[in-house]
């Protein structure tokens, strides 16, 4: 399927990353909910979650799409680290693991102060090889994307895995935290809150942190907010600066100041994307039951 022009244009700026002459196409629509892409470009694939039937999904072109792991512990958000390798949130294990290039999995983190994470749910990788990662509740709220269980843990919170494995608690103020991503210079980190998921009067918004040479957060600020469409779940982050968020409506894109450029529109709830492709300039779009794809004037930081 293809879908000529989704674009709603709110500022002259996003004219010139969007193509009119690029329409928008359905690599899949296999999922039940797919979520947490992340594309490998030395292998020339994407790969994704799809969360309630237990898989991680493969799509390579001009071949389709294939199961690449039967399963995936209900994974969720997926990201490569500094070697390459996948790094993983899954649901059902409550953990964020990594996968070896034998095929091994190595579990990096499924406890804090000795008591088990809520359900790991999408996960950055910095230049210095600390993982970040967010860790509401979704995955333990249904038997759906899950183990039904009481959470363990005080809050739901931001958790950073140091080199050496050390993992600490770096903000514990979300309702429900959601995708995050680094600013290209990593100065900043963008939090998803998804709070109003379940909730109409929570949070809705995506805050900006400033990020310290080791490690640290401050000055915790409301970056943008989805107003009119839904949630904000995954996030990344272009070359310019530009902030891509997911919708119920499609994909917003934000300047670095934090105001709506305009938005790719999607048919289908968005929960997350990627960019990827060889030029780093096609946006893979993980929108409910489907896999959509475009390209745009942007590059992936």
């Known amino acids: 399927m293809r879908i000529k022009e989704p674009y709603d244009i709110r500022d002259e700026r996003f004219g010139a990353i969007v193509m009119n002459n690029v329409d928008l196409h359905q690599l899949t ?4 909910w797919a979520e947490g892409p992340v594309f490998f470009g030395d292998g020339n694939f994407l790969l994704w979650s799809d969360i309630p039937t237990n ?29 390459g390798r996948l790094v993983s949130c899954e649901h059902r294990n409550r953990r964020v693991s990594r996968t070896e290039y034998s095929g091994a999995v190595t579990v990096l983190a499924d406890r804090f102060d000795g008591k088990r994470l809520n359900s790991p749910n999408d996960v950055v990788v910095r230049r210095d090889g600390s993982v970040w990662f967010t860790d509401p509740s979704y995955g333990i709220l249904s038997q759906y ?27 514990d103020d979300f ?16 939090i998803a809150d998804s709070g109003a998921s ?39 982050v272009d070359t310019a600066g530009r902030v891509w968020s997911s919708a119920r409506d499609g994909v917003h894109c934000f ?5 709506l450029l305009g938005k790719i529109l999607v048919p289908e709830t968005v929960a997350n994307l990627t960019f990827g492709g060889p030029k780093k300039n096609q946006l893979f779009i993980a929108a409910t039951r489907s896999i959509y794809s475009i390209f745009v004037n942007a590059e992936g930081a």
Do not use: K, M
């Open 198 to 236: 379940h909730d109409g009067s929570l949070p809705r918004h995506i805050r900006a942190f400033d990020v310290s040479e080791d490690g640290r957060l401050s000055n915790g600020r409301v970056f943008s907010e989805i107003v009119d469409a839904g949630i904000p779940d995954g996030i990344r």
């Open 145 to 171: 994307e899950g183990d039904q269980a009481e959470p363990e843990q005080p809050c739901r919170g931001v958790y950073r895995i140091d080199p050496a494995g050390r993992v600490d608690r770096v903000v």
């Open 55 to 83: 898989r991680i999904l493969r799509w390579i072109p001009g071949v389709g799409t294939s199961v690449f792991r039967a399963d995936s512990g209900n994974s969720n958000g997926h990201t490569r680290d500094r070697q």
């Open 175 to 190: 309702n429900q935290p959601n995708g995050l991503a680094f600013s290209p210079d990593e100065r900043i980190l963008y």
């Open 255 to 259: 300047s670095p100041e934090g105001t």
């Open 29 to 32: 629509d296999e999922c039940a």
